[in-house]
C-alpha cells in the first residue's frame, strides 16, 4: 500500500511539473491580455504565447559565427534550472516526495546557475548590446538576491525552516494572526520578483528596441528553438514567483492530502490566486513608468531594507516573549 | 506566552507600529520634497491609528484626545500648511540630494538593531504589551536625527524635525500609555507654533541666501572662494 502510494506521489510530481509548465504561457498571455484591456488594445487571444512558442520550434537555427558551444548550452541549461525549480515548489500539494528538495536556499542557488549561464550567454557572442545587458542583468541580480536571501530568512525564523512545504504547512496549521514580519516580507518579494523577472519598472519585457532593455539584451542573438526555450524559461520564471507570493502568503486551499477533490479544489483556488495576482501585476505595470537603470539600485535597496525591517520586527516585536 | 496568544488588537497595535517604522525608513529614502511630506502624513496617520488602539486596549479616555489632537495636528494640519508653504515657495516639485541611499538605509538598518540593545534591559520594567514597540520608537527618533544630518533642504529637515517629535510621541504611548494630558496639549501646541514660526523662517532664509540650501549657510564671506 505504502508502495503504491509513493508511487501515486510521484506520478502527481511529474503531472504537477506538467502542469506547471504547460501554464506558464498561459500566465503570461492572461498578463499581456489584462494590460491590453487597461491599454485600450485589442489582446492577443489567450493560445498565442502557444502559437509563438510552436513557431519558434519550429524555425532554423542562426548560430553567429563567434558562438561558442556554451552559446549553444545556455538555453538548455537556463531553461532546466526553471523546469527543476517549477518540479521543487509546492504547486498544489505539500509533502509529495520532492518537497525534500523544496528549499527556498536551493530555489535562490538554482536561479543564481540559470542566470549565470544567460549572462555567459550574453557575453559570448561578443555583441555590444549582449555585454550590456549581461552586465545590467547580474547588478539587478546582486542587489535582489541579498534581499530574496532575507525573505527567506525571515520565513525560517517564523516557520522555523527553510523548506518550502514545511512552510506552507506550518502556515496552514497557525492560527489567524497578523504578523508585521511577514507583511514586510510580502513586500519585498514582491519588489525582489518584479526585479527577477523583468518587469516595468525595473526591465520592459515587451520590446526588444530600447537602449534601456536588460533581459532581450542577452537573448538578442537567439533564434528558432534556442529562443523559445529561453522564452519559456522567462515565462516559468515569473509564473515561479507569481505561485511563490500566492501558496507562501495565501497559502489555504492547497492540498494537503492526496485525493482528488482537494487536488481539484487546490487547482481552483490556485487559478483564482494567480488570476488575481497577474491583473495586479497588468495594472502595476501600466501605472507605473520604467526607471532609469541607475535608479534600479535604489528601488532594490528599498526591498532590501523592507526585508530587514521585517526580519528586525520578528526579532523585535514576535520572538521577545 | 507566545506572539500568536496575544489578542489581534494587540498583533494589530505592534504590526503599526512596525508600519510607523517603516514610514521612518520611507522618509530617509524619499528625495522627492512634496512626497516627503506626503510620507509624514501617513506616518501621522498612523501614530493616530496606534493610540486609538492603545486607548481601545487600556481603556485609557485622555489616550483618545490626544489621538484626535495627532490626527488633526500631524497627519492633516502640518502636511497642509508644509505644502502650502513649499508651493508658495515654489520648492514642491524640487529634488532634495538623499546622501548615498544605499548606505544611509544600512545605517538606518544598524541604529534600529542598535536600539534593541539599548532598550532591552529597559522593558521589563514597562508594563502592557507594547513594551516590545518601546525599541521601534526609539529607533524612529534615531531616523529621524540621521534624516536631519543627511539632509540638505531646510524643509525636509523641518519635517525630519516633526517626525522626531513624532518618535517621542510614540514613546509615550507606548513605554507608559501616553504623557499627562497637560503635558500633551503643551507639546502640541509647541509643535503648531513651532511649524508656523519653521514657515516664517524659510522665507527669511530665502531672502537672505537666495536658496532653501542649508549648506550656503556654512559660508560667512560674501565671496565665492
Not at chain 2, 510620507?39 to 484626535?68: K, P, R
Request: with cysteine; glycine share 6%.
Amino acid at each position: 500500500m505504502a508502495r503504491d502510494l509513493s508511487a501515486f506521489a510521484w506520478v502527481l510530481v511529474v503531472l504537477q511539473t506538467a502542469v506547471f509548465v504547460a501554464a506558464a504561457p498561459l500566465f503570461a498571455g492572461w498578463v499581456k491580455r489584462i494590460k491590453c484591456y487597461l491599454q485600450n488594445r485589442r489582446p492577443p487571444p489567450y493560445l498565442q504565447p502557444y502559437r509563438d512558442l510552436r513557431k519558434l520550434l519550429t524555425k532554423e537555427i542562426v548560430l553567429a559565427r563567434t558562438a561558442s558551444p556554451v552559446f549553444r548550452i545556455a538555453p538548455y541549461v537556463v531553461c532546466g534550472t526553471a523546469v527543476l525549480a517549477a518540479a521543487a515548489i509546492p504547486l498544489l500539494a505539500v509533502e509529495l516526495p520532492v518537497s525534500a528538495m523544496a528549499d527556498a536556499i536551493v530555489l535562490v542557488g538554482l536561479f543564481a546557475l540559470g542566470r549565470f549561464f544567460l549572462a555567459l550567454a550574453g557575453l559570448d557572442v561578443g555583441t555590444a548590446f549582449g555585454g550590456m545587458g549581461s552586465s545590467r542583468e547580474m547588478m539587478v541580480a546582486s542587489l535582489a538576491e541579498p534581499a530574496m536571501l532575507m525573505v527567506v530568512f525571515t520565513w525560517s525564523m517564523v516557520a522555523a525552516s527553510t523548506n518550502l512545504s514545511t512552510v506552507i504547512s506550518h502556515t496552514l496549521e497557525m492560527e489567524l494572526a497578523i504578523r508585521p514580519s511577514l507583511l514586510f516580507a510580502l513586500l519585498a518579494l514582491l519588489l525582489v520578483g518584479i526585479a527577477e523577472t523583468g518587469r516595468i519598472p525595473v526591465d520592459n519585457p515587451a520590446t526588444h528596441l530600447e537602449l534601456t532593455m536588460i533581459h532581450e539584451a542577452m537573448i538578442l542573438e537567439y533564434t528558432g528553438r534556442h529562443l523559445a526555450l529561453m522564452e519559456l524559461a522567462a515565462q516559468l520564471k515569473l509564473m515561479i514567483y507569481a505561485v511563490l507570493v500566492a501558496n507562501l502568503f495565501v497559502p489555504w486551499g492547497i492540498a494537503t492530502t492526496l485525493t482528488g477533490g482537494a487536488l481539484a479544489a487546490a487547482a481552483a483556488a490556485l487559478t483564482a490566486k494567480l488570476a488575481f495576482l497577474g491583473a495586479a501585476l497588468a495594472v502595476g505595470e501600466t501605472a507605473v513608468a520604467k526607471m532609469r537603470v541607475f535608479r534600479v539600485a535604489t528601488f532594490l535597496a528599498v526591498a532590501f531594507t523592507l526585508a530587514l525591517v521585517g526580519m528586525l520586527s520578528f526579532v523585535i516585536l514576535e520572538a521577545s516573549r | 506566552m507566545s506572539y500568536l496568544d496575544l489578542p489581534l488588537l494587540e498583533q494589530a497595535i505592534l504590526t503599526l507600529a512596525a508600519l510607523t517604522l517603516a514610514s521612518a525608513f520611507a522618509l530617509l529614502a524619499q528625495s522627492r520634497v512634496v512626497a516627503t511630506i506626503h510620507v509624514f502624513a501617513v506616518q501621522g496617520f498612523l501614530l493616530a491609528a496606534i493610540t486609538v488602539l492603545v486607548a481601545l486596549d487600556t481603556g485609557e479616555l485622555h489616550l483618545y484626545i490626544s489621538a484626535a489632537l495627532t490626527l488633526g495636528l500631524k497627519a492633516l494640519f502640518i502636511p497642509w500648511l508644509l505644502v502650502r508653504l513649499a508651493r508658495q515657495l515654489h520648492i514642491l516639485r524640487d529634488w532634495d540630494t538623499v546622501i548615498r541611499p544605499g548606505i544611509t538605509l544600512l545605517g538606518a538598518g544598524a541604529l534600529v538593531i542598535f536600539c534593541y540593545s539599548v532598550v532591552q534591559p529597559i522593558e521589563q520594567y514597562a508594563a502592557g504589551t507594547t513594551r516590545d514597540a518601546i525599541a521601534l520608537s526609539l529607533a524612529v527618533v534615531m531616523l529621524s536625527l540621521l534624516m536631519l544630518v543627511t539632509r540638505r533642504k531646510a524643509v525636509t529637515q523641518v519635517v525630519a524635525f516633526m517626525a522626531l517629535e513624532n518618535g517621542m510621541f510614540f514613546a509615550a504611548v507606548t513605554a507608559t500609555q501616553g504623557m499627562p494630558l497637560v503635558v500633551e496639549l503643551g507639546i502640541a501646541f509647541d509643535v503648531l507654533v513651532a511649524a508656523v514660526i519653521f514657515g516664517v523662517f524659510f522665507f527669511h532664509i530665502r531672502e537672505s541666501i537666495e536658496s532653501l540650501d542649508v549648506d550656503q549657510l556654512n559660508r560667512l564671506s560674501e565671496h565665492e572662494e
